[in-house]
T-cell receptor, first 114, second 116 residues
């Protein structure tokens, strides 16, 4: 079965610094990959998704992620962190077209220091 | 459009009691999912409805959990009797049923269940 591993349950960066949140996946077939963000007291929102088109995927709020098959990775980056980026981020993988097999990582909490 | 709504937002019950969580998906979304996150761990799939039918309930922990979606609109998840290990945040999500589109999941804000 497919799965994802998020490296680092907590990441802290300074405002304006690079954000890098790591995700590695495991799948026996070509996967669909997702990053979701959860702000306090809210549900998960989709940041971006990879569906076998371009390997560099651009999402909302300046985030992007690159699918690297050779490294089985889908790391999330943002060049310059903003205070409003503080949230919990979840990587997810599915292999079915209708997402009923979506599996999530344990989440990475991002703290942005002024 | 209104998003996915869940009720209640928080519930504190004693071990052995019954709790019913409700989820109202986005109108027109045939797919409805329940997930659970226990204390900082990964979000785990519980089950999936397509309209009123259970498509996949392989993630349901045990027979103390009962999910329904009568009429294919809102869904309820009942825990009876609740145990301490049932504590966590229960998320509901919905999506359209578009083949080949990989329609994104729209999540509710979750219900935080605490069993004491």
């Amino acid at each position: 079965a497919q799965s994802v591993t998020q490296l680092g349950s907590h990441v802290s960066v300074s405002e304006g610094a690079l954000v890098l949140l790591r995700c590695n996946y495991s799948s026996s077939v070509p996967p669909y990959l997702f990053w979701y963000v959860q702000y306090p007291n809210q549900g998960l929102q989709l940041l971006l998704k990879y569906t076998s088109a371009a390997t560099l995927v651009k999402g909302i709020n300046g985030f992007e992620a690159e699918f690297k098959k050779s490294e089985t990775s889908f790391h999330l980056t943002k060049p310059s962190a903003h205070m409003s980026d503080a949230a919990e981020y979840f990587c997810a993988v599915s292999v079915g077209w209708n997402n009923n097999d979506m599996r999530f990582g344990a989440g990475t909490r991002l703290t942005v220091k002024p | 459009e209104a998003g996915v709504t869940q009720f209640p937002s928080h519930s504190v019950i004693e071990k052995g009691q019954t709790v019913t969580l409700r989820c109202d998906p986005i109108s027109g979304h045939d797919n409805l999912y329940w997930y659970r996150r226990v204390m900082g761990k990964e979000i785990k799939f519980l089950l999936h409805f397509v309209k009123e039918s259970k498509q996949d309930e392989s993630g349901m922990p045990n027979n103390r959990f009962l999910a329904e979606r009568t009429g294919g609109t809102y869904s309820t998840l009942k825990v009876q009797p609740a145990e301490l290990e049932d504590s966590g945040v229960y998320f509901c999500a919905s999506s359209r049923r578009d083949r080949g589109d990989n329609s994104p999941l729209h999540f509710g804000n979750g219900t935080r269940l605490t069993v004491t």
